[in-house]
């Protein structure tokens, strides 16, 4: 977790105030990464910082109470100026933030510095342009609340779609100050630097004074590439210990082994080495949110369902098209009829979902022909155990209240076994 709240957790707050200056030592030292108490916010932060941020990598909306797609470049930019507003005023209503966010757009949008923004379908804005600012705005809103930033007194789903309604949102101004980890973009310069050199930028600890070949020259490093290797080892599911610029990856030495084994046990991560790939698991849920290989939707059974067979398939690490997922998936609907039913005729579906849930967990990554994914040697380190779903008994029936027929299920609710560290 990156951020701690005294509201939220005081125990955990405490304990880490009290072992503040170990801790800020130790993510400095081993990751590069800074930790930064706010007693006056009540708040503790961990500034994780990548020269190489994961593209799918991001906040995750929430969409009937249920986590939704990953957080798009119109929800990201109303929650930067959503806390701005509230900067000023820390206690605003929905109409009159609505209001002011509407203000900065249109002073900004024919400069191109920021999208248009229109919550009301006028002549020029359609319904669906409408639509999705209001839903953008929902977004923004949710995810300031999820991450402890904002409150909202009442229903914001209901003040948004009543035109006759309104909300309160308030926000805690010091908490406010330590939300972005970033340096401000206009004393990086952002608008004058190539898109592929902002990660770089926004990443950096201190106001760029070198060329841009210096960058590059401190990443290839040696201190550079441990840290990088050292960070995808703490922050990513799958590592390749081959993906380095050296001629001996860090990962692929004694010395970088051992250290990176001490810090992920140190953090309580679980590390599966094999000399190709590193598996990398979370047991306490502390260190991410992803839960994989744990649920038990449909989208999640199918594929686990998949991850058993890409280890049968002849060439287990030759590319995965989608249509060879979709075989593979009715295959499995052929043992099991009544299991993914809902998806009878849309499959597709399915099967790009499947294939989402593995590239979360670093097992397939996408191929550079459309719909189409290559799996990664970690998929080697998994053993899957399909079961058939029992109906439960009439006496279960009885007690319970409930129909006692249930359909077939494919029950994939765990790891299985992991083969050693080689």
């Not at 040696?222 to 990856?249: E, F, I, Q």
Request: net charge negative; charged share 25%.
């Amino acid at each position: 977790m990156c951020r701690i709240s005294v509201i939220d957790d005081p125990a955990r707050y405490r304990t880490l105030l009290r072992g503040q200056r170990e801790l800020a030592a130790f993510f400095r030292d081993e990751l590069g990464w800074t930790l930064v108490v706010h007693e006056v916010a009540g708040v503790i932060r961990l500034h994780k910082r990548r020269d190489d941020p994961p593209a799918d990598r991001g906040p995750f909306v929430t969409r009937d109470n249920r986590p939704g797609p990953l957080a798009g470049i119109g929800v990201l930019v109303l929650v930067a100026l959503v806390c701005e507003q509230l900067w000023r005023r820390p206690r605003i209503s929905l109409r009159e933030l609505v209001q002011a966010i509407a203000q900065v757009c249109a002073a900004e949008t024919a400069e191109g510095r920021l999208p248009p923004f229109r919550i009301v379908a006028t002549d020029g804005v359609s319904k669906r342009q409408a639509q999705t600012a209001r839903q953008d705005l929902s977004d923004a809103l949710k995810l300031l609340v999820a991450e402890g930033e904002i409150a909202i007194d009442t229903d914001l789903d209901r003040a948004l779609a009543d035109d006759a309604a309104d909300c309160v949102i308030t926000a805690n101004r010091d908490s406010l100050a330590t939300k972005f980890a970033s340096l401000s973009p206009t004393l990086l310069g952002l608008s004058g630097r190539p898109t592929h050199e902002h990660a770089a930028a926004l990443t950096a600890t201190s106001l760029p004074d070198a060329t841009q070949a210096a960058a590059v020259d401190h990443r290839a490093s040696v201190d550079g590439r441990r840290l990088a290797a050292l960070r995808r080892v703490v922050d990513d599911p799958g590592v390749d210990p081959t993906d380095d610029p050296a001629p001996v990856g860090y990962l692929l030495t004694l010395s970088g082994r051992e250290r990176a084994l001490t810090v992920a046990s140190q953090l309580g991560l679980v590390a599966t080495v094999r000399r190709d790939w590193w598996e990398v698991t979370n047991p306490g849920s502390g260190a991410t949110s992803m839960d994989f290989p744990l649920g038990r939707r449909t989208a999640r059974q199918a594929a686990l369902a998949l991850l058993a067979e890409l280890t049968r398939r002849p060439q287990p690490e030759a590319e995965l098209p989608l249509a060879e997922i979709e075989a593979l998936i009715t295959a499995v609907r052929e043992d099991l009829p009544r299991w993914g039913s809902s998806y009878a005729g849309k499959l597709t579906v399915l099967a790009q979902a499947a294939a989402a849930d593995l590239v979360a967990a670093g097992l397939l990554t996408r191929a550079d022909a459309p719909n189409c994914w290559r799996p990664t040697p970690g998929i080697h380190l998994w053993r899957i155990q399909v079961r058939r779903g029992e109906p439960p008994t009439r006496t279960a029936e009885r007690d319970s209240g409930s129909p006692a027929w249930v359909a077939d299920t494919l029950d994939l609710t765990g790891p299985g076994e992991l083969e050693e560290p080689s």
